[in-house]
């Protein structure tokens, strides 16, 4: 009795008598929020809040949320420097070689160096690359450097590696007659590598892309 004594006295402060019930409604619920102009418009929800002796009052709060979403980039463009000193051309259709090659792009996001092109890509262009053809690429790794020299074999990966600060791996091979061994060692590896990560013959692969070529021709559009 006290208590409610004490409350009813400090509804009538001031003359007015106020409802002691609004006393319950913790204070924080009259803060507003304040959102940057980018967000996007949040959508509030009304709901009541009983309370002892039948009456309620509307708290509005967040129902949901909605943010713009990232416009996601292509991976090509996130990893490919506008200053790269080198330019790995790479089978995207390869497994095991996209391996190598997510290892390569995590690295040089350190070092922004090389350049990743994807041969398997509709956008490929030879043009663009020193005149390597997709035939061509596709019988071995091949590197292009700033300067427009072309490096093939272990000579390719020694100097994507040198790029991203792990020259260390490839360094014996610069030196006979570990790099002799080593060219072919990767010359049987780059022979056999579609049988081994079961993939069709290579001229099987060459009819398929000239096939959906002329699909493209025809309609005008590509159809995967």
Not at 65 to 72: G, H, I, Q
Not at 103 to 122: A, P, Q
Not at 136 to 142: E, K, L, N, P, Q
Not at 151 to 157: I, R
Request: one cysteine or more; glycine letters at 6%; aromatic letters at 10%.
């Amino acid at each position: 009795m006290a208590l409610r004594g004490a409350v009813v006295t400090a509804c009538n402060v001031g003359g007015r008598h106020r409802n002691p019930s609004l006393l319950s409604i913790p204070h924080y619920f009259k803060l507003k929020f304040h959102y940057p102009p980018s967000h996007a418009l949040h959508r509030f929800t009304a709901f009541p809040i009983y309370q002892p002796g039948g009456l309620k009052y509307p708290i509005r709060a967040i129902s949901e949320a909605t943010v713009d979403p990232l416009t996601p980039k292509k991976e090509d463009e996130e990893q490919s420097p506008q200053n790269w000193t080198i330019k790995m051309l790479y089978d995207g259709d390869c497994p095991l070689c996209m391996r190598e090659v997510n290892m390569l792009r995590e690295r040089n996001k350190d070092y922004g160096t090389i350049k990743f092109v994807d041969i398997s890509s509709d956008e490929y262009s030879p043009e663009e690359n020193q005149g390597l053809d997709y035939k061509t690429v596709m019988g071995r790794i091949h590197a292009i450097l700033s300067d427009g020299t072309v490096v093939t074999d272990v000579e390719a990966f020694r100097r994507l590696y040198e790029q991203i600060g792990l020259g260390w791996v490839y360094a014996i091979t610069k030196y006979e007659p570990i790099a002799t061994i080593t060219d072919a060692v990767y010359g049987v590896w780059a022979k056999y590598r579609l049988q081994i990560t079961g993939r069709p013959p290579l001229e099987d692969i060459l009819e398929l892309r000239k096939n959906k070529d002329v699909v493209c021709n025809d309609r005008n559009s590509c159809k995967k």
